[in-house]
T-cell receptor
Framework: EAGVTQFPSHSVIEKGQTVTLRCDPI?????LYWYRRVMGKEIKFLLH????????ESGMPNNRFLAERTGGTYSTLKVQPAELEDSGVYFCASSQGGGDEQFFGPGTRLTVL | GEDVEQSLFLSVREGDSSVINCTYTDSSSTYLYWYKQEPGAGLQLLTY?????DMKQDQRLTVLLNKKDKHLSLRIADTQTGDSAIYFCAEDTGRRALTFGSGTRLQVQP
């Protein structure tokens, strides 16, 4: 069974540009999470989807970040316009039930110049 | 509040035991986890402990939980070079979102 996949693995963009990250969860997992690790610090929660609905978006830093999960399958996280402080590794995770083990993808390393 | 702290770096010799420590502040945590991240890979769940337990052993891994001091540790016995990675502790306070520490980089010297 395929694990959580993320695309791209790396992205280098200039300040002010737009970037869209994609996450494909494990098939059948209703719960999808986005996390971010900035500058070698702690991994911070961004938001949680249950199917196509946003269950908790309390970790989203500001309105430059937009997450979607149309159809309740894959999810995208768009950053527009990107700022220098958005650089980091963005992880996606999925779980079958809300309290079940979260399986993580390999992450997308975003560098904003 | 939610804040999980770990030391940044640990170096051990192959065959020795490694002990990675973590402190947390949210006493309502239900589960506490240890994740491992190898280079270029995602986070892999190593083990977890329920908050009403004080110890859990799983092969070479031993997790100790001191709920009074809000202290969690992971002991790896007979550390191997393949154990070199970043180790994150995380807590689940029931919100479903995990709160992570900053990670401890374990370097195993041959």
């Amino acid at each position: 069974e395929a694990g959580v996949t993320q695309f791209p693995s790396h992205s280098v963009i200039e300040k002010g540009q737009t970037v869209t990250l994609r996450c494909d969860p494990i098939s059948g997992h209703d719960n999808l999470y986005w996390y971010r690790r900035v500058m070698g610090k702690e991994i911070k929660f961004l938001l949680h989807f249950v199917k196509e609905s946003k269950q908790d978006e309390s970790g989203m830093p500001n309105n430059r970040f937009l997450a979607e999960r149309t159809g309740g399958t894959y999810s995208t996280l768009k950053v527009q316009p990107a700022e220098l402080e958005d650089s980091g590794v963005y992880f996606c995770a999925s779980s079958q039930g809300g309290g079940d083990e979260q399986f993580f993808g390999p992450g997308t390393r975003l560098t904003v110049l | 509040g939610e804040d999980v702290e770990q030391s940044l770096f640990l170096s051990v010799r192959e065959g020795d035991s490694s002990v990675i420590n973590c402190t947390y502040t949210d006493s309502s945590s239900t589960y506490l986890y240890w994740y491992k991240q190898e280079p270029g890979a995602g986070l892999q769940l190593l083990t977890y402990i329920f908050s009403n337990m004080d110890m859990k052993q799983d092969q070479r891994l031993t997790v100790l939980l001191n709920k009074k001091d809000k202290h969690l540790s992971l002991r790896i016995a007979d550390t191997q070079t393949g154990d070199s990675a970043i180790y994150f502790c995380a807590e689940d306070t029931g919100r479903r979102a995990l709160t992570f520490g900053s990670g401890t980089r374990l370097q195993v010297q041959p």
